[in-house]
């Protein structure tokens, strides 16, 4: 497999592993809605020519290994899907909108690492990241 990529003048391989939550950490990503907003994140890479390697959604967060090209800025790219996945989102679900105001359905912030040459690595933990939130909890449960 290639690892590189190429634009009229360049050629590239720039994988990031990104982490962002909803607002307040609420557990919101149940069922259906954790389909459908997985859906929403891969149209909106899709629009932007990004290609998602692994993605996760968790009950409280979204793990995500893509593939940007260096034309495009992370933290753009990240004001871009938080920013249109919450219309979307807020358009699929309106009684979210009492739960965060403003329409912000995610927190401020996000978590974002270069994966380099730890890309297969990444993607395994991504792949089974749903997997040890569970177990964790179950630890913790167990602790009471």
Known sequence: ??????????????????VFAPKYRRKAFYGEKRREIGTILRTLCNWKKIR??????????????????????????????????SLMIYEKYPELRYKYRNREFWCRGYYV???GKNAKRLEEYIRHQLDEDKAGEQLTMGNF
């Open 52 to 85: 998602i390697i692994e993605a996760e959604v968790c009950p409280d967060h979204v793990h995500m290994l893509v593939e940007i090209p260096p034309k495009v800025a992370i933290s753009s790219f990240m004001g871009y899907l938080k920013g249109k996945s």
């Open 1 to 18: 497999m290639n690892d590189v990529n190429s634009l009229t003048h360049t050629r590239w391989n720039c994988k990031y592993h990104i």
């Open 113 to 115: 690492d270069t994966a």
